[in-house]
């Protein structure tokens, strides 16, 4: 795990210069700390859990890399009062992360099967502030809105207007989107008092795409 953490400290360093911050907040370090990731990658893959990458976790999808995970929950700036929406759960660990902040944690994913697996390790897991479901996460959680911070763990084409209306006044929404030159960016949407939305890019990125009829 220390190996890890100076991994991510070092990338915090290293991408300075587009985040605009040199270090994750110590909240979410310790966050990270708590979950044990080789719980949520397949058994052969085990051994490098605690490396800062991506592993596959079948049906083409990815738990994504730690650093990036670290970051994006950063941005969330999570509160315990907080009610988040993750969209795409994969193998649950976002959400584990997110759950470790004490907030109530919403998670849609679009993949029956990844979505069982996790609603079965997180329960396992006792993660009783984490509740998932299984649908097209474009369209959000009506039902279950608003929400003070929203994130995307697969890239869109475009900001999901329903996600931006489900974002309470002052929320945040943290995604991946496609660039139009190419290549893609990670994007913090913040939703005003008067419902408009100011946008910051804030690093080149990679990540599966967001799926689904929408
Ligand atoms: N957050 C995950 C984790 O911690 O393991 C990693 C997610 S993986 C990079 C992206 C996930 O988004 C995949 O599990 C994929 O099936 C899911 N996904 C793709 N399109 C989706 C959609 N429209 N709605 C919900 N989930 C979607």
Redesign the pocket.
């Known amino acids: 795990m220390e190996r890890l953490l100076n991994a991510i400290r070092t990338d915090a360093r290293v991408t300075e210069s587009y985040t605009g911050q040199a270090e994750i907040s110590a909240q979410v370090m310790d966050a990270l700390c708590r979950v044990p990731r080789e719980e949520?990658v397949p058994d052969e893959a085990s051994h490098l859990a605690y490396q800062n990458h991506?592993l596959p976790?079948g049906?083409g999808?990815?738990?994504?890399q730690p650093f990036i995970?670290a970051l994006m929950t950063d941005l969330l700036e999570v509160r315990p009062e907080h009610r988040i929406l993750?969209?795409?759960?994969?193998?649950?660990?976002?959400?584990a992360?997110l759950a470790e902040l004490e907030a109530e944690i919403y998670?849609?994913?679009?993949?029956p099967d990844?979505a069982a697996t996790?609603t079965t390790l997180l329960d396992r897991l006792e993660y009783t502030n984490v509740h998932l479901t299984v649908?097209?996460?474009?369209h959000g959680w009506a039902e279950e809105a608003p929400f003070n911070g929203i994130i995307v763990?697969?890239v869109a084409e475009d900001i999901p207007p329903r996600l931006v209306e489900q974002l309470s006044s002052g929320g945040r929404l943290v995604l991946p989107l496609d660039q139009p030159s190419g290549g893609q960016v990670l994007v913090v949407v913040e939703k005003q008092a008067d419902g408009s939305t100011r946008r910051r890019d804030v690093l080149p990125v990679q990540?599966?795409?967001?799926?689904?009829d929408?």
């Open positions: 949520f991506p976790i049906h999808q990815t738990i994504s995970v993750e969209i795409g759960t994969g193998s649950g660990y976002q959400a992360v998670s849609i994913e679009i993949i990844l996790a649908g097209d996460g474009w763990t697969a990540f599966v795409p967001l799926t689904g929408h």
